[in-house]
Each structure stands twice: as C-alpha cells, then as structure tokens.
C-alpha cells in the first residue's frame, strides 16, 4: 500500500512556474514508477508526465514537453513536477500515481496506476 500527498499548487500568472511535490508513504518508493496526471473540469484526466523507478526514463505528453520536468529523489520518497512556461490551459486539478509496474506506452495510460493521491489544484491566469 502507498499513500500520495501532493502539495505545491496554486494560482500563478501565465509564463511562470510552479513545482508540485508528491510525497509517498512506505518504504519501497524507489520500486515504484510513478506518473502526473492532471483533471481539467469537464474534461478527462489525462497525462502529464511518468518516470520509472530509478529515475532513468521520463515520458511527457506532447502539450507538456520541453516545458514541465519530471523528477524524484528517492531518498525522500518525493516525487516532483516543475513547471515552466505555465499557460491557462495547464489549469487543472493535479494527481500524483504510482503503478506497481509500467513500461513504454503503458506509463501514459491512467489504468497502469493503482495509486492515487488527492490531487492539488493548479491555476494559471492569462
């Protein structure tokens, strides 16, 4: 079992950036890829960006790439999201998951992951 707390939300301007957290409970975070999802009101959530296990793979999904950076520092069970470049279409409310296992374009998809945290609203006004 993990537990997921995700912190580092808020309300920025268009342009800026924004690091999200997501702190794991347990001991055997490092076993774990993990992913950001994100929830926009009335829409589907959708990916954002995963990293394995080691830390060694990063997928992004297109409309995030070369702008968010994924990362995690597993001495501190933390995984991170940092955004930059943030635009009002990047609003949404932002989850954290970890799945038990997930490889290529099994990492981009939300039924690869078992866990899920509460999720911190993000908005950023144009």
């Known amino acids: 079992q993990v537990q997921l707390v995700e912190s580092g939300g808020g309300l920025v301007q268009a342009g800026d950036s924004l690091r999200l957290s997501c702190e794991a409970s347990?001991?055997?975070?490092?076993?774990?890829?993990m992913g950001w999802f994100r929830q926009a009101p009335g829409k589907e959530r959708e990916f954002v960006a995963a990293?394995?296990?080691?830390?060694?793979?990063?997928y992004y999904a297109d409309s995030v790439k070369g702008r968010f950076t994924i990362s995690r520092d597993n001495a501190k069970n933390t995984v991170y999201l940092k955004m930059n470049s943030a635009k009002p279409e990047d609003t949404a409310v932002y989850y954290c998951?970890?799945?038990?296992?997930?490889?290529?374009?099994?990492?981009?998809?939300?039924?690869?992951?078992?866990?899920w945290g509460q999720g911190t609203q993000v908005t950023v006004s144009s």
């Open positions: 347990g001991r055997t975070f490092s076993r774990y890829p």
């Open positions: 990293i394995s296990a080691s830390g060694g793979m990063t």
């Open positions: 998951a970890a799945a038990s296992y997930c490889s290529g374009y099994g990492c981009y998809d939300v039924k690869t992951y078992n866990y």
